[in-house]
């Protein structure tokens, strides 16, 4: 078979999953394969897109070896814990060992109710399955940690949401599907036993190297805190807001997971919210460290029984490590920008460099992805108007402060031609402007699939120019402050 099965998670205790078999759909029909991807799983795009496969992708067949399960895990969601959750609408039909010698999941998104449903209907949107290929392949090309899109299947179905919608099923890859949520679960119900037995799983899927003279669950925690850190400030790097940064949603693998009212900025506006539910604005783009800390605060305590049986030693070696927490972010948002602004090492006066650009972008509601790249093209030799020419004059802010900016950066730079090409692949042309993929979306819909490949071409290679796909990097217009995402549920 060209896709074989060696699960693991499925041997843990039974209460850590229920199985579960995907709920077949009426006509399914490919949409999409990730080519690269099925040949790093040890497929082919000829096998992957057989009859036989697209059932497999469709959940309409399931593949010998495979023991469909879906995972049980709790989460905090906009603060508020909610003991019981689970995969209500995906099915990890198991793991694969990839040709590059790693393990990954293999789950079907969209593929009917299980035992974890609480009403819902287990279905997604062929508009959410697209969505989450798109910006998890964008994702992926930006060098950003992240689960992965293998396959979009239409289902021939109807989805209700807002109203009646042509159904998918996305075939999702990941590292793996443990989330601080998961510990949450086993922890509110103490279970001491289990809260150790998931750490010592998760400490050997995702961090065996890291040294554990204090136990695997510190170990594992730190390994958390550390990557978590570094994940948001690539995301903050590009632009990017996830919009749900529920504990259900925060994985161990420390990938981005779950693509619902995710969005990129296009003006920035540092307290920019997209999610149509996050009507107090918790998981703004400019919160998104602080609740990285929150989210891995709760991992702590979680973790703490498995940590240390005395309660203070326990919160003690945790608060000593969540102590660390923000200048770790610092450091990884000082060397994501600093690879931005194309400096040569970064050194403390860079902090008021950037902050200085960052302050008059938000004035001038200057477009983030466009400013940077243009940045990198002054870097590369181009005029400065092709930094300049993007800025509108404000009240007492706009070009003629950009010009001062400018000049002091370059001074600051000099030459250093040694960190062009570092710069060039900090500061994408292209990313999955939130109008474009809501255009390829509505035309994929209706059976138009010519937007969405357009797109999927130009984001898949974000660092380079493709004149030929200029319209797509274009900033929208006055629609971007009403534009709104929704959670595929």
């Not at 399955?129 to 910006?135: A, D, G, I, K, S």
């Not at 998931?198 to 805190?225: I, K, M, N, S, W």
């Not at 693998?253 to 779950?258: L, N, R």
């Not at 009240?395 to 010009?403: F, I, V, W």
Request: proline share 6%; aromatic share 10%.
């Amino acid at each position: 078979m060209p896709l074989s099965f060696d699960d693991t998670y499925a041997r843990l205790p039974e209460h850590f999953f229920a199985p579960v078999e995907p709920t077949p759909v009426r006509e399914p029909s490919l949409f999409a394969l990730n080519e690269p991807l099925a040949t790093l799983l040890g497929g082919s795009a000829e096998e992957f897109s057989s009859a036989e496969f697209v059932s497999v992708w469709a959940g309409n067949r399931v593949l010998p070896g495979s023991l469909p399960i879906a995972l049980a895990y709790a989460g905090h969601q906009f603060g508020h814990f909610v003991p019981s959750l689970g995969d209500g609408r995906a099915i990890l039909l198991g793991e694969t060992i990839g040709r590059d010698g790693r393990r990954y999941d293999v789950q079907l998104k969209g593929s009917g109710r299980t035992p974890f449903s609480r009403g819902g209907d287990g279905r997604a949107t062929l508009a959410s399955v697209l969505r989450e290929y798109l910006v998890s392949e964008g994702m992926a090309a930006l060098g950003v940690p992240t689960t992965r899109s293998l396959a979009a299947v239409a289902t021939g179905d109807t989805v209700w949401r807002e109203r009646p919608r042509p159904g998918g099923v996305l075939t999702r890859i990941a590292s793996s599907h443990l989330r601080v949520g998961t510990f949450e679960y086993f922890a509110a119900r103490r279970d001491v036993a289990a809260v150790q037995r998931l750490a010592d799983y998760a400490y050997e899927r995702h961090c065996p190297e890291r040294p554990a003279p204090l136990g695997r669950a510190l170990a594992l925690f730190e390994h958390v805190l550390e990557g978590q850190a570094e994940l948001i400030a690539r995301w903050m790097s590009f632009g990017f807001i996830h919009g749900v940064m529920n504990t259900d949603n925060c994985s161990i693998a420390c990938e981005t997971i779950d693509y619902g009212p995710c969005a990129f900025l296009d003006s920035f506006e540092p307290g920019r919210v997209f999610s149509s539910i996050d009507e107090r604005g918790r998981y703004a783009f400019d919160q998104q460290p602080e609740i990285a800390l929150w989210n891995v605060t709760r991992l702590g305590i979680a973790l703490a029984s498995a940590i240390d049986e005395n309660p203070e030693r326990a919160t003690a070696l945790l608060r000593e490590r969540l102590a660390g927490f923000e200048s770790r972010f610092d450091r990884h948002f000082a060397v994501a920008f600093g690879r931005k602004l194309g400096l040569s090492g970064y050194e403390e006066s860079d902090d008021a460099l950037l902050r200085r650009l960052l302050g008059l972008m938000a004035r001038a509601r200057a477009d983030f992805t466009n400013t940077f790249r243009a940045l990198y093209d002054v870097a590369a030799g181009a005029a400065p108007e092709a930094f300049l020419s993007g800025w509108k004059e404000g009240a007492s802010e706009g070009a003629s402060e950009a010009a001062a900016w400018l000049e002091a950066w370059r001074a600051r730079r000099g030459e250093a031609p040694a960190e062009l090409e570092a710069m060039r692949t900090a500061n994408p042309a292209f990313v999955p402007r939130n109008h474009r993929v809501e255009e390829a979306l509505a035309a994929a819909e209706q059976g138009d699939r010519s937007a969405f490949d357009r797109l999927l071409s130009a984001i898949r290679r974000p660092f380079d120019d493709q004149p030929e796909l200029a319209d797509l990097r274009q900033a929208p217009g006055d629609e971007q402050w009403t534009y709104r995402t929704f959670c595929g549920t």
